[in-house]
T-cell receptor
Framework: RKEVEQDPGPFNVPEGATVAFNCTYSNSASQSFFWYRQDCRKEPKLLMSVYSSGNEDGRFTAQLNRASQYISLLIRDSKLSDSATYLCVVKSGYGGSQGNLIFGKGTKLSVKP | EPEVTQTPSHQVTQMGQEVILRCVPISNHLYFYWYRQILGQKVEFLVSFYNNEISEKSEIFDDQFSVERPDGSNFTLKIRSTKLEDSAMYFC??????????FGPGTRLTVT
């Protein structure tokens, strides 16, 4: 089983649409979870961390379900500028270890006018 | 807003040559990382570094690779004898804690 799995897409949506991305991870001991976005041939940029209680940042809402090992990202009122690849990321390591980030392959979003 | 910087942005080298990729992490960050991304594939971890020592390395990070923090600001990745399959985007990342990591713009390495 792959460590972090995402639907590769692409998701093609009109401006203003709501779109949801899902991700599953294999290591039940994982402690930290993130969504990054990556524009074509650019670096991953941290979009938001994902907390067990769920968290919201403007139009973006992230949810974590530890029992199902499932992470989601919801984008409301999508803008043209949201077009990018969205990377589900899990931090490896335990407790105070430095660990490293384990990336999914990403889900491509294309927002059309 | 402070950023991670990397140089060069693009490096072309011949197979068998040594390359050094440079990174300047964000100044108050303590934890440093190198990742790579082969075109069309996912980002992969290479090595983590803290307190002038390697903390962890992946199986990709073999004897051809080394990292160094030669002074208080730079963090380098050296590939001793490049292979065609080393062609990739190499990202440096830094973190102030053991949580969020911030990536530099990357160096595109092309091995011919």
């Amino acid at each position: 089983r792959k460590e972090v799995e995402q639907d590769p897409g692409p998701f093609n949506v009109p401006e203003g649409a709501t779109v949801a991305f899902n991700c599953t991870y294999s290591n039940s001991a994982s402690q930290s979870f993130f969504w990054y976005r990556q524009d074509c041939r650019k670096e991953p940029k941290l979009l938001m961390s994902v907390y067990s209680s769920g968290n919201e940042d403007g139009r973006f809402t992230a949810q974590l379900n530890r029992a199902s090992q499932y992470i989601s990202l919801l984008i409301r009122d999508s803008k043209l500028s949201d077009s990018a690849t969205y990377l589900c990321v899990v931090k490896s390591g335990y407790g105070g270890s430095q660990g490293n980030l384990i990336f999914g392959k990403g889900t491509k979003l294309s927002v059309k006018p | 807003e402070p950023e991670v910087t990397q140089t060069p942005s693009h490096q072309v080298t011949q197979m068998g040559q040594e390359v050094i990729l440079r990174c300047v992490p964000i100044s108050n960050h303590l934890y440093f990382y190198w990742y790579r991304q082969i075109l069309g594939q996912k980002v992969e971890f290479l090595v983590s570094f803290y307190n002038n020592e390697i903390s962890e390395k992946s199986e990709i990070f073999d004897d051809q690779f080394s990292v160094e923090r030669p002074d208080g600001s730079n963090f380098t990745l050296k590939i001793r004898s490049t292979k065609l399959e080393d062609s990739a985007m190499y990202f440096c990342a830094s973190s102030p804690d053991l949580y969020e990591q911030y990536f530099g713009p990357g160096t595109r390495l092309t091995v011919t």
